[in-house]
């Protein structure tokens, strides 16, 4: 790890993981937004909409969830990295974000049994008749069993014993890809009830070959693809994990088990485990894990404190001294935040005022911060129906 500059709070201290090094220690997590470009590219939106959290300030931003294969696309209008005409269509933004020194992440991941399903927009369940007959594509997805999700949701089928194995060499395939783009870091997805976190769990993973049955054995698949992505990755790029700690759900994965598979992870070279939940059942938003503000955060500190690995916190993490305190309590490695930067996603920037630095905008972008502190020259002590203009507000 760095050597720390104790005038600066650690939120804003860089961050060393393997050879990468982070300018903060804020992070965009993957959000998937539905813009994919013809053929599952990344077009102009992605360059946009994330090119803004690099301005915004944030150390590192990830790329949403990316299927590794076609049938692993959760929404038709996903990104994907399973051929060579993706990869070339990420490289503008990753050189945009890279000129920016914002370090770029790409989360890969299989929808499983959830694959072929709506929008976030339109419910996140199983597509209706009317979207099918409006044109919606579908597919029949796969997944551990032949149990759909939930009633409602398409009836997938059961991956074999060998499309098991060969599923672990399409994730090594798309993580040689990521590589061959350019992205700083990746993040293996095996939360939210996809199709790694469906193995995990014994709600879902009902399987009586060497990919089910008890915890060792539903941990195999990911932790066979955690090896096979860290072998095409160079020593010095990060890998990341994102778990769902519990799935909140009666009998199923809960957070003994993902100490356990946290440490499995890090023997395998993994480097962060970012602490999600749920997911297991119904939509990735079902609410079986009680929200409140940072609920997650306890995830993140029993794995980091029992397993001696880095975490990444996130979930509902709304202000810089939350933040600020996550860190200070060493409950968590890098803090992600999600929805309140899709609301300011310059919130980085001022982050770094609320706690009491950059006060001269001398961490924005130059062509930004040169005028914003002319700005407030000028309209400090200013009176505006709301109060008075005050430096850092
Ligand atoms: C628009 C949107 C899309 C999301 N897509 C993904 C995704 O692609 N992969 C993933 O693991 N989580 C996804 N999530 C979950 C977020 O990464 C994050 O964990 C969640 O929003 C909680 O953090 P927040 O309270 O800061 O928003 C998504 C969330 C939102 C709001």
Redesign the pocket.
């Known amino acids: 790890m760095d050597s720390l500059d104790p005038a600066r709070p650690l939120l804003f201290q860089p961050l060393e993981i393997r050879g990468l090094t982070l300018k903060n220690r804020l992070v965009v ?5 539905y813009r994919a470009g013809p053929g599952s590219t990344c077009d102009t939106f992605h360059i946009v909409h994330l090119g803004r959290f690099a301005l915004g300030g944030f150390g590192l931003v990830f790329v ?2 990316t299927a590794v294969e076609e049938i692993g696309l959760i929404n038709e209008h996903d990104l994907g990295i399973w051929n060579d005409a993706q990869v070339q269509s990420f490289k503008p933004l990753i050189a945009f974000m890279k000129s920016e020194k914002t370090a770029i992440g790409i ?1 890969l991941a299989h929808g499983g049994r959830k694959s072929s399903s709506q929008r ?1 927009i339109d419910g996140m369940g199983p597509l209706t008749p009317q979207e099918i007959a409006a044109g919606a594509r579908m597919w029949q997805p796969v997944g551990p069993t032949s149990e759909p999700v939930a009633k409602g949701w398409l009836t997938p089928r059961q991956l074999t014993t060998e499309e098991c194995k060969a599923m672990v060499r399409t994730w090594g395939a798309a993580a040689r890809r990521a590589v061959d783009a350019g992205f700083d870091a990746i993040e293996i ?1 095996t ?2 009830g996809y199709l790694l976190a469906s193995f995990l769990s014994p709600v879902s993973n009902t399987r009586n070959d060497r990919y089910g049955g008890d915890r060792e054995g539903r941990m195999r698949l990911p932790l066979e693809i955690a090896e096979a992505v860290r072998r095409e990755m160079p020593q010095t790029m990060p890998l990341f994990v ?1 778990v769902s700690a519990v799935d909140g759900a009666q009998d199923g994965w809960n957070l003994d088990d993902t100490v356990v598979f946290a440490r499995e992870l890090k023997a395998r070279g993994v480097d962060v485990i970012d602490c ?1 939940s749920g997911g297991i059942s119904g939509s990735a938003t079902a609410a079986q894990v009680p929200r409140g503000l940072g609920f997650q955060v306890p995830f993140a500190e029993r794995v980091r404190k029992e397993v001696g690995i880095p975490t990444m916190a ?4 709304l202000e810089a001294r939350q933040a600020e305190a996550i860190l200070q309590n060493k409950q968590a490695d890098l803090i ?5 930067a899709q609301f300011n996603p310059n919130i980085a920037q001022h982050w770094a005022h609320d706690l009491g630095i950059n006060q001269k905008f001398e961490d924005w972008p130059p062509e930004f911060g040169w005028w914003l502190e002319k700005r407030i020259r000028t309209i400090e002590g200013f009176a505006t129906p709301t109060g008075i203009v005050r430096r850092g507000e």
């Open positions: 997590p993957p959000m998937v937004h949403e969830a989360q976030a997805h939360a939210h994102r999600s996130v979930g509902i993490i992600a935040v999600g929805r309140q």
